[in-house]
């Protein structure tokens, strides 16, 4: 059983940057690939970006690459995605998730706990 929560969620103006985390219980945290999705009112739940168990390996949806670095510390059990270049079409309410699986993991099927989300609000 894995539990997170997301912090770090905040209104920001366009260009600016923010980092959020998510922290986990369980003493397996390590042994999960890692991703961050998003969902906007009136949208469906998006991937953004995933990073493998070891944090060698990492994964972004189109829309942010280039903007946005996920990132881990295992020893810290946390999980962080770095959002720079913010623009206001990122914002969201931002989910973690878990998943027991390898790849890509970019479909929200893959995942098997999430977080309570985090809101992000980009003004223009």
């Known amino acids: 059983q894995v539990q997170l929560v997301e912090s770090g969620g905040a209104l920001v103006q366009a260009g600016g940057s923010l980092r959020l985390s998510c922290a986990a219980s369980?003493?397996?945290?390590?042994?999960?690939?890692m991703g961050w999705f998003r969902q906007a009112p009136g949208k469906e739940r998006e991937f953004v970006a995933a990073?493998?168990?070891?944090?060698?390996?990492?994964y972004y949806a189109d829309s942010v690459k280039g903007r946005f670095t996920i990132s881990r510390d295992n020893a810290k059990n946390t999980v962080y995605l770095q959002m720079n270049s913010l623009k206001p079409e990122d914002t969201a309410v931002y989910y973690c998730?878990?998943?027991?699986?390898?790849?890509?993991?970019?479909?929200?099927?893959?995942?098997?706990?999430w977080g309570q989300g985090t809101q992000v609000t980009v003004s223009s």
């Open positions: 998730a878990a998943s027991g699986r390898s790849g890509q993991l970019q479909w929200a099927s893959e995942y098997y706990y």
């Open positions: 990073i493998s168990w070891r944090g060698d390996n990492t």
């Open positions: 369980g003493r397996t945290f390590s042994s999960y690939g």
